[in-house]
């Protein structure tokens, strides 16, 4: 099998001579017989459909072991929890709020180490893991809000030198374009809320890995924290997943029809999205992303009013997550990264007239109609 969605369909499941069933069947026990064929017990540490969804996963990220949790935060606390005492954790300055929020308000008050840097500074990024003690490089890219990306290879080199474990969040470009493992990830992570379910109805989140003494501790840390993705949620995110490649190109088409519109308005000050970089940013894009992904960043010139423009909107409604079907818009510095502080924002260059676009599957006609007469009226 080569093709994406031909993995997507027929990977961990075969219909059975008993009934035959076409879809993957949705098993709720939440125990079962010893002795069974499939070696299932209890549904916290092993279900038939999550296994078939961990399956398929592993599969289309070019791994060869998956794990599904309850939520992409859950993933990020199970990653965390391999350090021991001694070992830090090092990400991005430009990251998700709650990988921030986790990091340094939980974890770290409970006395885990972490270093934080612009990981696409890599002189400085080398400053970092020389001092030593790194164990967990964990990095977005692109990055959420800025759409940063970082060169996976580079930083992949990095990390075997100084004996540190790469964790890639690919939530942003999904697995249709971008592959982690193969420019040498060592895990790769995903809020499944995002693209692979893609309707805005499922909470989750996933890890794969083809290290199987990594997968192994992240097994038994599965089981033992109990942050599972339920069997309704991995039967459902399932079903998200096989149209995910055909959904991922409208997305981008859109994207990028969006992208070039916002950055001709003399309303708009800035627009952050990888089909639009130039220099450095503009050969990781073109080395390791197949497409630009579906979404992007603007900010509003100071003179106009932002809340204005929210309220203006029709088809984009103001909400947190992103990657379903239908379009959104957030405002980071009051939603999804709220929790960092504004010093730390503003350093970062996280401003409070920047919002985040999820371009959604909608006509790309309406889209640009509802954003110019939202800037009209400001």
Do not use: C
């Not at 790194?134 to 759409?147: A, F, G, Q």
């Amino acid at each position: 099998m080569n093709g994406f969605t031909t993995k997507a369909l027929h990977t961990g499941y075969k219909p059975n001579k008993e009934d035959g069933a076409i879809i993957p069947p949705l098993h709720l026990s939440s125990t079962f017989r010893f002795g069974n064929e499939g070696g299932f017990d209890y549904s916290r540490t092993i279900n038939p459909t999550r296994i078939i969804l961990e399956k398929t996963l592993a599969h289309l990220d070019g791994n060869t072991f998956g794990l599904a949790y309850s939520s992409g935060s859950a993933v990020l606390a199970n990653i965390v929890a391999l350090l021991k005492k001694e070992g830090k954790i090092l990400f991005s300055s430009d990251a998700y709020g709650g990988t921030y929020r986790f990091i340094v308000n939980v974890a770290g008050n409970q006395g885990i180490k972490f270093k934080i840097v612009d990981l696409t500074d890599y002189v400085q990024t080398e400053s970092i893991l020389k001092i030593g003690g790194i164990k967990i490089i964990w990095v977005e890219t692109p990055t959420n809000p800025l759409l940063k990306v970082v060169d996976i290879s580079r930083l992949s080199k990095l990390a075997k030198k100084y004996k540190s474990i790469l964790v890639v969040d690919n939530t942003f470009a999904s697995p249709i374009i971008q592959q982690p493992a193969k420019l040498g990830a060592d895990v790769v992570v995903y809020s499944t809320t995002k693209y692979i379910n893609g309707h805005s109805d499922v909470i989750g989140g996933a890890l794969t890995t083809s290290n199987k003494k990594l997968y192994t501790k992240l097994k038994f840390l599965q089981n033992a924290i109990g942050a599972i993705l339920s069997p309704f949620d991995s039967w459902l995110t399932l079903r998200g997943l096989r149209t995910l490649e055909l959904r991922m190109k409208r997305h981008i088409d859109n994207a990028e029809k969006i992208a070039a519109f916002l950055s001709k308005h003399k309303k708009i000050k800035k627009v952050y999205y990888p089909g639009l970089f130039i220099g450095e940013q503009k050969k990781i894009v073109a080395k390791q992303m197949k497409r630009p992904g579906g979404m992007l960043s603007i900010e509003i010139k100071e003179k106009y009013n932002v809340k204005k423009f929210l309220t203006s909107l029709k088809y984009f409604p103001l909400a947190e997550s992103l990657g379903g079907v239908e379009s959104l818009i957030d405002h980071p510095a009051s939603m999804t990264h709220a929790s960092i502080p504004k010093k730390e924002r503003e350093k970062i260059g996280l401003s409070n007239s920047l919002l985040r676009i999820s371009v959604g599957i909608e006509n790309i006609e309406d889209l640009i109609a509802d954003l110019r007469q939202a800037l009209n009226k400001i």
